[in-house]
């Protein structure tokens, strides 16, 4: 969780196993049931949901596929107005279904704004001088496509987001990376490279577009079974005088950042 005492605002991240359930869309719809009881003797509002993450199980690419149209159904029937999703082909330790929920608690229905057009969904929260941006499951391309296209598919969407909202890669602040068989090797020009290496070409490719004055984005690079590459990431502009600080997270903290408008800094996890 992260909190700013000069805004009363808190990003919390929440994470629910389903407790009761036989089908996969079943489990999905009780971890649902789990974040409105949570939140019973407080107020909650779908709306204020920033992004949200399943992890599931999946034995090849079309169950995994399958899986994932159901559960985008489900997943609209309980928002009504979905929030940028990301369904991933990485078992989770239960070997069913894991939801993760990034909330912001404090914001006023006024301040957010879901976005989308025909590419991808956003998040926009701001507040004065205050603009943050989150964006989920940011993947494009066919199954038949190799890494190189899924990561290149996968980074014009990032840049096709940014841009929109007169931003560019300098400022994201926190990016989740995606990436199937992470540690696989392909031949490409004669040559052995990893999955990851050509995702990481492609990064520093559209990186390369921006100064990161501030320094470059706390970032994870996490493998999948399926599913090419998909990019979860924040993006933030605050005033002028403020600075980008990283910080280490302790194994107790669940903060994601802070931020103080007189501080003259933001923090982020690394």
């Not at 991240?13 to 489990?27: D, H, Q, R, Y």
């Not at 204020?48 to 399943?54: D, M």
Request: net charge negative.
């Amino acid at each position: 969780m992260a909190n700013s005492a000069a805004t009363g605002l808190d990003i919390v991240n929440l994470s629910f196993s389903p407790e009761t359930g036989t089908t996969i869309c079943e489990k999905l719809t009780d971890c649902y049931r789990q974040l409105n009881e949570s939140f019973l003797n407080k107020s909650f509002s779908k709306s204020l949901v920033a992004k949200q993450t399943i992890f599931i199980s999946a034995f090849n690419t079309s169950e995994y596929i399958e899986r994932k149209q159901n559960l985008i159904l489900y997943a609209e029937l309980f928002f009504g107005e979905l929030p940028p999703t990301s369904i991933l082909a990485q078992a989770p330790d239960n070997d069913s279904l894991v939801l993760e929920i990034l909330y912001i608690q404090g914001a006023k229905p006024s301040e957010f704004h879901r976005k989308c057009d025909n590419l991808a969904t956003w998040s926009v929260f701001q507040s004065g001088d205050i603009k943050l941006l989150f964006a989920a499951g940011l993947c494009m391309g066919l199954e038949s496509d190799d890494i190189l296209e899924h990561s290149i598919n996968s980074f014009k969407l990032v840049q096709h987001i940014l841009k929109e909202e007169d931003m560019d890669f300098s400022d994201i602040v926190r990016q989740w990376n995606y990436i199937e068989q992470i540690t696989a090797d392909v031949i490409r020009n004669n040559k052995i490279s990893q999955h990851y290496q050509i995702f990481n070409d492609v990064r520093s490719k559209y990186y390369g577009l921006s100064d990161f004055h501030n320094g470059y984005p706390a970032a994870t690079g996490i493998g999948m079974d399926f599913g090419g590459v998909s990019i979860d990431f924040i993006a933030a502009k605050f005033e002028n005088n403020c600075s980008v600080m990283g910080i280490k997270k302790s194994c107790s903290a669940r903060c994601l950042f802070l931020f103080k408008r007189g501080a003259g800094r933001k923090q982020f996890d690394e």
